[in-house]
């Protein structure tokens, strides 16, 4: 079976502009969760997705949003982007919601200058 | 205030040796807790999953405990490898969201 896969791998914005990230989930698993990694805060939880709807949100600012399509796969958008919005943005998926084990993609390294 | 800890200090073990692992929490009740390894610049990895009512899980080289009086969770490597060189996350739900919070880490530098 195929992995989490995320896209773009890397980006680089400018402060102002805004972005969205793509994450494509374990076939079968409809539970995606996203994540903010970064070296002072560690991996903090900003939302989950089960069935198109928005389960769970973490404490973000509302210029962080997401979403979920019916195949599952999920999108996650920034605006107004912030230098420190630099991070690691990885996504994981599970069979089921809560989620259990999780399954993390490589991440999308952004960096906002 | 709600934390969980882990040694941010490295962990340095000579190969061979059992590497040992604390996750120390407080304020939670979780139902579960997880254990993860993270390789640099990748995305983090299953490793075991231990729920309140379970007291020890093994897996392979792995051992981990959970004491929910003691708020503590152990993670062990027996026989450790430099390959095993890596971030150990512990992860546990938050009980009345379902949210899973993660420590931050601790890094483990097994030499020859």
């Known amino acids: 079976k195929a992995g989490v896969t995320q896209t773009p791998r890397y980006l680089i914005k400018t402060r102002g502009q805004q972005v969205t990230l793509s994450c494509s989930p374990i076939s079968g698993h409809r539970s995606v969760s996203w994540y903010q990694q970064t070296p002072g805060q560690g991996l903090q939880f900003l939302f989950e997705?089960?069935?198109?709807?928005?389960?769970n949100k973490g404490n973000f600012p509302g210029r962080f949003s997401g979403r979920q399509f019916s195949n599952s796969r999920s999108e996650m958008n920034v605006s107004t982007l912030e230098l420190g919005d630099s991070a690691l943005y990885l996504c994981a998926s599970s069979l089921s919601t809560p989620p259990g084990e999780q399954y993390f993609g490589p991440g999308t390294r952004l960096t906002v200058t | 205030s709600q934390k969980i800890e882990q040694n941010s200090e490295a962990l340095n073990i000579q190969e061979g040796k059992t590497a040992t692992l604390t996750c120390n929490y407080t304020n939670y009740s979780p139902a579960y807790l997880q254990w993860y390894r993270q390789d640099p610049g990748r995305g983090p990895v299953f490793l075991l999953l231990i729920r309140e009512n379970e007291k020890e899980k093994r897996k392979e080289r792995l051992k981990v405990t959970f004491d929910t009086t003691l708020k503590q969770s152990l993670f062990h490597i027996t026989a450790s490898q430099p390959a095993d060189s890596a971030t150990y996350l512990c992860?546990?739900?938050?009980?009345?969201?379902?949210?899973?919070?993660f420590g931050t880490g601790t890094r483990l530098q097994v030499f020859p």
């Open positions: 997705y089960f069935s198109e709807t928005q389960r």
């Open positions: 992860a546990l739900d938050e009980s009345n969201t379902d949210k899973l919070i």
